[in-house]
Every structure is written in C-alpha cells, then in structure tokens.
C-alpha cells in the first residue's frame, strides 16, 4: 500500500489557512490533524476540536514524555502536533495535513523529508492587517505583533516547496489539489 502524504500549511495568522484546508477535505480524503497548545481557549473554540488545550505546565510534561512530532513557541504560547495517530494514518495511506507554524514545518521536513511544505501568502500586507481587524479576535497590539511575525513567516517561506498566494478561496483549492496530485504521481 501507497503511504499518505504528510502536508504541512504555513502562514500568516488570518491568511485562511484553515478555511482552505477544510474547504479541500469538503471533496478530497485526508486528516487535519488536532494540534495542542497552551494558548487560552478563544471565541468559539472548542477542546478536542480546534485544539487540545493544556497548561503550560501538561504541555511541558508531555514534552519530556516525547509526545510530540514537532513543537514550538509562538506568540508566548506552546505549539505542538501530538505524535500519536499520525504515523498510522500515513501507514494506511491517508494523507495528514498539519497546519502550523513555520519553525514546527522545518522541523517536520527534518525529520521527515518526504513531506511537503507549502506556504499560504496573503495577496499584500495590508490585506493581511485588513483581516486580521475583521476577524475582531485581537487587540491592535496584538495585531501589530502577528504583522511583524508575518514578516518574519514569509522570510522563512523561501525554504517551503510551494507556495499559494491566498487570493480567492476556489483558486488556492485548485492550486493546493494540482500540487498534492503532482507529488503523489512523483512517488508513482
Ligand atoms: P492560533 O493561536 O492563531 O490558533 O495559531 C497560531 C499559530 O500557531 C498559527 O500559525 C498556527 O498554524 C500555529 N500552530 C497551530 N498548531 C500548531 C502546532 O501543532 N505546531 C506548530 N509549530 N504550530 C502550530
């Protein structure tokens, strides 16, 4: 059997990461997988769903206990994918997506080199800053604080495969379909 590809989905936060990888799995077969963080719980966010919400204390714990495929500190909170189901999944030939952050993606592509890295831009910055606002999640400093990450996000985005400039939703659907569809054809 044909293992799965492991995608991993970078970006800016507000570039609609998330919406692209579900509005793909609304018509193709893969696996989001459930990260953990010890961010706070926000809007409608739910345990178990969005993430696994832990303490900073649980989420040091398990990492000590080895528990993660990556990890990584982002905005003064921990980050991470939970090894546990992952390996199977790709073993049975179903692909994962993992939607994180881009020092967690380079260490995945350490580790695992035949995953693929592909990078969601926003058509501008100010676009960027004008989602963000809209959202109505953040105070403007925090905002201000997502846009300097952004900026250091699309530096490190030269080392990703692909890159998708996240401008109309079905587009970057076709973009993202064409480029897991060409991998799976290369490892024919
Ligand atoms: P947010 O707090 O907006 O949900 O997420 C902040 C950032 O952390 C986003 O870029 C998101 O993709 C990333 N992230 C989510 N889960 C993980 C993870 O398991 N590992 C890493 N390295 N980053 C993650």
New binding site residues.
Partial sequence: MKKGLLIV?????GVG??TLVKEYMKSNNAFL?I???S?KI?GNEKDGI??YFLSKEEFEKRIDEGD?L???I??N?Y????KSEIEDLLNKGIDVF????????L?IKEKMSDSILIFIKPPSIEILENRLKNRGFDSEEMIANRLKIATV?LEISKKYDYCIINDDLNSSVRKLKSIIDMEKEKRN
């Avoid at 989905?9 to 936060?13: A, E, F, K, Q, T």
């Avoid at 993992?98 to 993606?105: K, S």
């Fill in positions: 989905i970078s970006g800016p936060s990461k998330d997988s990260s953990a963080t961010r926000r969005d993430y993660f990556e990890y990584a982002y905005n909170c980050y991470g994918t939970p993992l939607v994180i952050e881009v020092q967690g993606g260490q996000e």
